[in-house]
């Protein structure tokens, strides 16, 4: 049983995994390929009876069946209507005139003179228009022949998804017209040929032989071309191509033009399977004129199990490298792995047994440096290898925790001046805790043991090459939960007051002279200030004797367990000074920290607030904030700010003082009309202008940081969009575009420049597509 939970998680986890891979193909996700199903039985279909009625019926038993007036002929997911039908029994064949009306499992024709033979589906369909319902599509053609039930022809055709209004005069705003339309239900695909595609009585794109979705199924064949101006690849022309491998696999290809600076070949592969899944990206430029050399990147991510005799194995890996340094600002479309300076690539291969899993890792660094704003490159871990034990149901409410790690650091390329000493650190870890839990009241003590053991290349600071450490920590901490019925504003409201105090002490052991592997000082907010080591990693082990004092209330709505209020405030009490610090630190003298004060507010669904800021008493002010406001109100209706302030305590000046600014919102709401809230993914209605974009602007700098600005309409059956975006890619450098898209909704995309829908998708928060996939519709949605 264990097994069988452990594989559906894994194979969840794989399929949530290449879903959200790629943002860029919304509705373009891989199926499992044991998820895959059977179509209906073909013989159960053979063995439906035939249903006939009519204002007169007249013929002969098993030979022929004539219907006069209101005729209609139904057999399992087919309804024929005419006014007159003739049904020959021997021959399956159906003739029927005037008025003639078809139901096929949704999809609905409508025509003069019908020819049919009903089992085969096999027949011609005269002067016919038609509506799918898949989609909603629809148009109008001399004739329809039918293949079978999954294939047909139309000749002289019109496609659109455009819904007719009650004007006269009314025309479709885009539509494809072709000689033959090749229907193929099966596949959910239709081929036009000697094809023109008008927009607004226009024709934008002529083509001799197209192919294009019936549906949100992924399908093979040439996407819209993209078209654009940057200010470093000057004109740029991409033309994508899809190939649907498999229901379970598929691969994107694009290669591009750009005029300043030559050809670049794009990929993207992608894989699912029950038991492992992954993605893989890679670019090629023989020749970059920008920079005067050939230019590559490549990413692949993968995450599988593996069966074996000793236990279940885990094999993962996340690969990213590039040729160069300026790779992350000169390629603005490769996935966000690349597009970072410090690309990491990892291998993990684990084993899971009872209460343990043993692991063996490989991480390794590619530092693209900026010599304006250098960085100094982390350790590589060459390898890793580690046992983490956390035994469950231990007797007497214990809880145990023992971590026993060997690793080789190596520093990779250092920057010029940057002092590394390689080496092997080795420690072992383990903690002991018993939780004694009232609805009232907690209290948890914990006794910590970390002995660790340094091997390096180079001599230390001491002298030696060697080193050994071990420490002992205690923490004690403590809680009360008191409640009280309250109310706000005729709101009845449950409050509470969770007060709560944290004590925690390791004696010192002069750790000076240990290297810097891969730790850092974290971060001082509500969740470090009650731990016991003001360091992550496992180079420095702080010697603490404090005391953490805290407190919270909340105010909730009885009814629903919403938290409407939450008021927080924590500060440290130092009875001893601080002797471990890490290189360039100054030590703490003050016997108080600074104060955290903390706020959220959720008091309705469309309003959230969320403040936190950090006061220094011996400065008299504050040295951080940090506050964020979010108003959504419905879809496609949110607005969000942001403002971050940081004090620099030595230098006693501003660090940075940042606001950010997020939003979608429909214009037309400008002029009172609201629209329709039909759901997400769905749009609110025809004739809509939406504004989107996001703000990212310097207090100190008094500049613009980051910039993206858009404008989408929503023509119901299509949709623009332009978005302008100036991101900055350096101190002194920064990317500017200009992005136009052309949407046919149902049908295809014409992007002008990169798709602008991930380009706010990336930078906007909470940003939604006018246009998503929903579940298809059952041929029951559109029942006769």
Known sequence: MHAQAQEAVSQAAAEQAVKTADESLPGLQLKSSTLLQESYPQEVRDQQPIYIKGDNLSGQPDIKASVHGEAELRRGDTMIRADKLDYAVPDDKVHAVGSVYINQAGNVYKGTTLDLQLDAFVGQFDNANYRFLANGAYGDSSRVDFIDKKH?????????????????????????????????????????EDAKLQFKGVTVLPVPRMSFPLSDKRKSGLLPPMFGMDNLGGFEYTQPYYWNIAPNRDMTLWPTVMTRRGVNLGTQFRYLEPRYSGEAYASYMPSDKLRDRERWGYSWQHRSIIDSPIGGLGLNFNLNRVS?????????????????????????LSWAKGDGVLSLNMLRYQTLQDPASPIA????????????????????????????????????????????????????????????LSPGAFITPKLMLHSAMYQTDQLMSNGSKSANRTLPTFSLDSGLVFERDTSWFGKNLLQTFEPRAFYTYTPYRDQSMLPLYDTARNDFNFASIFSENDYGGQDRIADNNLLTLG???????????????????????????????????VPATSRFSDVLLGAAVNWTDKWSTEATTQYNQ???????????ARYSPGNYRTFNIGYRTQYDTVARTDASKLVDVGWQWPINDLWGDKGKDLGPGRGQGGGRWYAVGRLNYSIKDR???DTVIGFEYDGCCWIGRVVLERLQ???????????FQLEFVGFSRLSFGADPTSSLKQNVPRYQYLREAVTPPSRFTNYD
Request: proline share 6%; with cysteine.
């Open 703 to 705: 500049q613009l940081v």
């Open 729 to 739: 890619s350096s101190i002194i450098q920064s990317n500017l575009r200009l992005l």
């Open 324 to 348: 160069d340094d300026d790779y992350w600002r000169d390629f603005r479309l490769a996935p966000v792995a690349l597009r970072q300076r410090l690309l990491p690539s990892t291998v993990n």
């Open 551 to 585: 407190a919270t209330s909340r105010f909730i709505d009885p009814s629903t367990g919403a938290e409407k209020l939450k008021l927080a405030i924590a500060q440290r009490v130092r009875f001893s000074d601080q002797k471990v610090l890490l290189p360039g630190e």
């Open 152 to 192: 047909a022809v139309v000749h002289d055709a019109t496609y659109t998804t455009c819904q007719r209004d009650d004007e006269a005069s009314w025309e479709p705003s885009w539509v494809l017209k072709a000689k033959t339309i090749r229907l193929d239900m099966a596949e959910e695909v239709g081929v036009a």
């Open 377 to 436: 490159p982390p350790y590589s871990i060459v390898p890793q290898l580690q046992y983490r034990y956390t035994p469950l149901d231990l007797p007497h409410g214990l809880d145990f925790t023992a971590v026993a790690d060997t690793t080789r650091f190596e520093l990779i390329r250092p920057l010029a001046g940057q002092v590394g000493n390689n080496g092997q650190r080795s420690y072992v870890q383990a903690q002991l805790s018993r939780p004694f």
């Open 618 to 628: 011996d400065l008299n002010r504050t040295v951080r904030t940090t506050a964020t």
